[in-house]
């Protein structure tokens, strides 16, 4: 029972001061994410609010999950809000037992999933309530229709039922991102990479398999250059390198230590741009981690670090929140990772 095995691992804290560790695992769409958030939730609850300090942190560590759940949970086969990354959150308590700090560290993001998934399911959610929950003149700045289909986030028929939970999210995220402490220009910067990323996935105009392998002994690159300029645009690039990129590759000449450019094949062209999206996507998660471990920094007392407080030093209790286990019909080289890392982390979890 959660709320059972978040309560001893409090009491074994506060009596014996000995961290505690809790792994919470099993098949995709088993409840772990839920089950995460409730322990994290008692535990907040449980340690009390004796300070305005001990309230804001309090704050951010549940206003936290709603962000990584909509920039690394995807709607599955299995399951409607599916963690595609794995994740550990560390609440940090003084010797009185009250939550004193926090701190998450993230793993293994799918990032796959940013530009291709299978039928019937979605990539991250951020996409989606992006363009439900904008404002027309705000879809209108970032050059989105609400009701087109692009390419990096349709795959078939949109799948119904979505739409109102999307913009509900929307604005959940919002205001999780506020609380955690960024200002109305930093959020319009993601929505901006993230519109720029749903831009660059209309870059490649043919998306059939076959006909990559007919052009690749032409060398012809199908590219739609108003989506390139309008994802340059919002990424802050220069239109014209980036097209010049993706249509051609830098070859190293042998012995002379200089460069020169060949076209890409048309498959070529495909990988260097899905890479792109992959690693700009990857980097906006990492930058988010990143930034709402910073404002439990600010939180601080200035010179203490996470695990002292003067003289005192601050146990901590662990929830590890791993992938869900899935086999599938087809299995990907990431779900081949995801499936060892769990069995890995729950070895390393029983031995220790």
């Given amino acids: 029972h959660p709320y059972a095995i978040a309560d001893a691992s409090y009491r074994a804290l506060t009596r014996e001061t000995k961290n505690q560790a809790l792994l919470i695992s099993g098949e995709s769409g088993a409840g772990k994410t839920e089950t995460a958030k409730i322990v994290m939730q008692y535990l907040s609850y449980a340690s009390g609010t004796s300070s305005d300090f001990a309230a804001q942190i309090q704050a951010r560590v549940l206003r936290a999950q709603p962000i990584l759940e909509s920039f690394g949970n995807a709607v599955t086969m299995r399951n409607s809000n599916s963690s595609r990354f794995g994740k550990y959150n560390r609440l940090f308590f003084d010797r009185a037992g009250t939550v004193a700090d926090a701190g998450i560290t993230t793993y293994l993001l799918e990032s796959s999933r940013v530009v291709v998934h299978g039928d019937r399911e979605r990539t991250y959610h951020c996409f989606y309530e992006m363009l439900t929950g904008l404002s027309d003149e705000k879809l209108q700045e970032l050059q989105l229709e609400r009701g087109r289909r692009y390419k990096l986030m349709f795959n078939g028929q949109p799948l119904p039922g ?16 506020h ?7 930093s959020i319009a910067a993601m929505m901006r990479v993230l519109a720029g990323l749903i831009h660059l996935g209309d870059v490649a105009k043919d998306d059939d398999l ?37 249509r051609r590759k830098r070859v190293a000449v042998p012995g002379r230590g200089s460069f020169h450019e060949v076209p890409r094949t048309s498959l070529q062209f495909r990988q260097a741009l899905q890479s792109l999206i992959k690693a700009l996507y ?35 209790i662990g929830i590890l929140d791993i992938y ?9 080289f990431e779900q081949l990772c995801i499936n060892l890392a769990n069995e890995r982390l729950k070895q390393f979890f029983v031995e220790n």
């Fill in 179 to 185: 609380t955690v402490g960024l200002e109305d220009d």
């Fill in 324 to 332: 869900g286990l899935e086999k599938l019909a087809s299995n990907s």
């Fill in 162 to 177: 979505f739409e109102e939970r999307d913009t509900k999210n929307f604005q959940r995220l919002c205001n999780a991102l």
């Fill in 210 to 246: 076959s006909a990559q392998q007919q052009d690749d002994d032409a060398n012809t690159v199908q590219l739609d250059e108003d989506s390139a300029e309008r994802a340059a645009t919002l990424l802050g690039m220069d239109s014209d390198s980036l097209i010049a990129t993706l």
């Fill in 282 to 316: 990857k980097r906006l998660f990492e930058q988010t981690v990143q930034r709402i471990n910073k404002s439990f920094e600010e939180l601080r007392p200035k010179g203490k670090s996470t695990h002292e407080y003067g003289e005192e030093v601050w146990n901590h």
